[in-house]
């Protein structure tokens, strides 16, 4: 009897799911992996973790941890003013580069905040240099705590094993890589004070290339990736475990297109083949694809804000 039938999905609890094949495309280190989408809400997931996952992470620089980039006094002044001018405009000139979401989370700059699978802590940092004072992150693959100054600490643990909560927890391409989205979100949930918000960014199978190309997608990232939930599967799953999901802003880019191309012609993740392989006409165009699809709703990655009620 097929192993088939005790499966359901991890996301919505269905048990009808159908089974599909997939090699790993990033680094062409290939093999066979089993994944299920599921009939219903067409979440993806993993059937089984293979034994030696960290190979595939250590060859790919994911947990190579690039050192931390410090900015001066100045540029920190600098930052400074125009978070304060952000968040009095709300004018797009004031965005920064890191993090276009931020404006609409706001949070206050005494809020406490936590980046789950935070690396290497660039982004805390930058938050940091922006004029916010309490920042944590929680990287179980980091070498050793560290404690880059006084509003900064980066642990190496899981969330779940702080004492503390926070008023925003963050998680920037994090979540696709955690066994149990259940898991996941609960000790998110656990995590945040009333009143609280969840930021996930991730990808999402209401990708309009995942339908087109299945396996070639190149965000589906086997075996790294074990768990790809559609907006229906998360808003079903967060809801189940008390959370309002209050906006789904899909924000996926060009490398949906070229990436999954790379692997349609048999290459690795090769950025620097885009060049050869699309004119610079060519490339505009993909970006302007992109803004489409993420106005459609069909993009391949998407920011879910979350609150827990009070
Ligand atoms: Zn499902």
Same mark, same amino acid.
Request: a negative charge; glycine letters at 8%.
């Given at each position: 009897?097929?192993s %088939?039938?005790?499966?359901?999905?991890? $996301?919505?609890g269905?048990s009808?799911?159908?089974?599909?094949?997939?090699?790993?495309?990033?680094?062409?280190?290939?093999?066979?992996?089993?994944?299920?989408?599921?009939?219903?809400?067409?979440?993806?997931q993993?059937d089984?973790?293979?034994?030696?996952?960290? %190979?595939?992470?250590?060859?790919?620089?994911?947990?190579?941890?690039?050192?931390?980039?410090?900015?001066?006094?100045?540029?920190?002044?600098?930052?400074? +003013?125009?978070?304060?001018?952000?968040?009095? &405009?709300?004018?797009?000139? $004031?965005?920064?580069?890191f993090?276009?979401?931020?404006?609409?989370?706001?949070?206050? $700059?005494?809020?406490? +905040?936590?980046?789950?699978?935070?690396?290497?802590?660039?982004?805390?940092?930058?938050?940091?240099?922006?004029?916010?004072?309490?920042?944590?992150?929680? %990287?179980?693959?980091?070498?050793?705590?560290?404690?880059?100054?006084?509003?900064?600490?980066l642990?190496?643990?899981?969330?779940?094993e702080?004492?503390?909560?926070?008023?925003?927890?963050?998680?920037?391409?994090?979540?696709?890589?955690?066994?149990?989205?259940?898991?996941?979100?609960?000790?998110?949930f656990?995590k945040?004070?009333?009143?609280?918000?969840?930021?996930?960014?991730?990808?999402?199978?209401?990708?309009? +290339?995942?339908?087109?190309?299945?396996?070639?997608?190149?965000?589906?990232d086997?075996?790294?990736?074990?768990?790809?939930?559609?907006?229906?599967?998360?808003e079903?799953?967060?809801?189940?475990?008390?959370?309002?999901l209050?906006?789904?802003?899909?924000?996926?880019?060009?490398?949906?297109?070229?990436?999954?191309?790379?692997?349609?012609?048999?290459?690795?993740?090769?950025?620097?083949?885009?060049?050869?392989?699309?004119?610079?006409?060519?490339?505009?165009?993909?970006d302007e694809?992109?803004?489409?699809?993420?106005?459609?709703?069909?993009?391949?990655?998407?920011?879910?804000?979350? &609150?827990?009620? +009070?």
């Amino acid at each position: 009897m097929p192993s %088939d039938l005790y499966k359901t999905c991890k $996301f919505c609890g269905g048990s009808s799911l159908i089974s599909f094949e997939a090699s790993e495309r990033m680094l062409g280190m290939g093999g066979t992996f089993d994944y299920s989408e599921c009939r219903d809400c067409k979440s993806v997931q993993l059937d089984q973790i293979p034994q030696n996952l960290a %190979d595939y992470y250590s060859r790919s620089g994911y947990y190579s941890f690039l050192p931390l980039v410090q900015s001066g006094f100045a540029r920190r002044v600098f930052k400074q +003013i125009r978070m304060n001018l952000l968040f009095a &405009t709300n004018a797009k000139a $004031f965005e920064p580069s890191f993090g276009y979401w931020l404006k609409k989370l706001a949070p206050g $700059f005494h809020s406490k +905040i936590a980046d789950v699978g935070c690396g290497n802590g660039q982004l805390l940092y930058e938050l940091y240099a922006s004029g916010y004072t309490d920042l944590h992150g929680f %990287d179980p693959f980091m070498e050793k705590d560290q404690v880059i100054n006084a509003n900064l600490h980066l642990r190496k643990q899981r969330i779940e094993e702080s004492e503390s909560t926070f008023d925003l927890i963050m998680m920037h391409h994090a979540f696709e890589h955690m066994e149990s989205p259940m898991e996941t979100l609960q000790a998110c949930f656990d995590k945040l004070n009333p009143g609280g918000k969840l930021l996930i960014r991730t990808p999402v199978t209401d990708a309009e +290339i995942w339908k087109e190309k299945r396996e070639l997608w190149v965000q589906l990232d086997a075996p790294r990736h074990l768990v790809i939930p559609s907006v229906v599967g998360f808003e079903r799953l967060s809801k189940a475990i008390g959370f309002d999901l209050y906006e789904v802003l899909f924000d996926s880019s060009a490398f949906q297109f070229w990436g999954t191309a790379l692997y349609e012609q048999g290459f690795t993740l090769r950025p620097n083949l885009v060049d050869e392989l699309y004119s610079k006409e060519e490339l505009v165009s993909l970006d302007e694809k992109a803004l489409l699809y993420n106005k459609e709703g069909i993009g391949d990655q998407v920011c879910f804000f979350l &609150t827990k009620p +009070i």
